[in-house]
């Protein structure tokens, strides 16, 4: 599964730099010099790093082979990409990557189906975006007393709903 990381966004002087919106809690492993990133659209990439700073708290980067401003403007709006296999697993048993939960198959305590993980959402309180056949879209807040179980090898996650939380 491919993770964007970041974004490209606009140039900044004339000798090739570009910020990068950041969308990964590792910017600095992620955007080391000499690293390579896969790109979306693919055509735009890969690219190799070859300076990094931070500039009024905006990362800017200097990729290999982007020398001017008009180079650099082609880039906008590229998203950059890792593979999920480059992330390393958490040490939390009780803590998991988006990517992990997206996909997996949400039942109740008492094995009732209630749909699929298909998003989660970070506002303060985690939720997970649940879709369900023939009903609208659930919330479920991403805590322990309400999601007791989340079985990665068998693809599913537990929920003990309160009263009211899976009506329409």
Do not use: C
């Not at 980067?61 to 880039?75: C, H, K, Q, Y």
């Not at 803590?95 to 039942?107: A, P």
């Not at 179980?149 to 009211?164: F, N």
Request: proline share 8%; hydrophobic share 40%.
């Amino acid at each position: 599964m491919q993770l964007v990381v970041g974004r490209i966004g606009r140039p900044h002087g004339v000798r090739g730099e570009v910020t990068v919106e950041v969308r990964t809690d590792d910017p600095e492993l992620r955007f080391e010099a000499g690293a390579v990133l896969v790109t979306d659209p693919a055509s735009a990439g890969p690219l190799t790093i070859e300076s990094r700073r931070w500039h009024q708290g905006v990362l800017l980067i200097g990729f290999a082979g982007v020398t001017s401003r008009d180079e650099a403007e082609e880039l906008r709006n590229t998203m950059l990409v890792i593979d999920s296999s480059e992330v390393q697993p958490l040490d939390d048993p009780d803590e998991f990557y988006d990517h992990q939960l997206i996909g997996l198959s949400v039942v109740t305590v008492d094995g009732t189906a209630v749909g699929e993980v298909t998003d989660v959402l970070h506002h303060g309180q985690d939720l997970l975006v649940v879709r369900r056949p023939a009903a609208a879209e659930a919330y479920i807040p991403f805590v322990k007393p309400l999601v007791p179980e989340v079985d990665l090898q068998a693809g599913r996650l537990v929920v003990d709903p309160p009263p009211g939380l899976l009506e329409d």
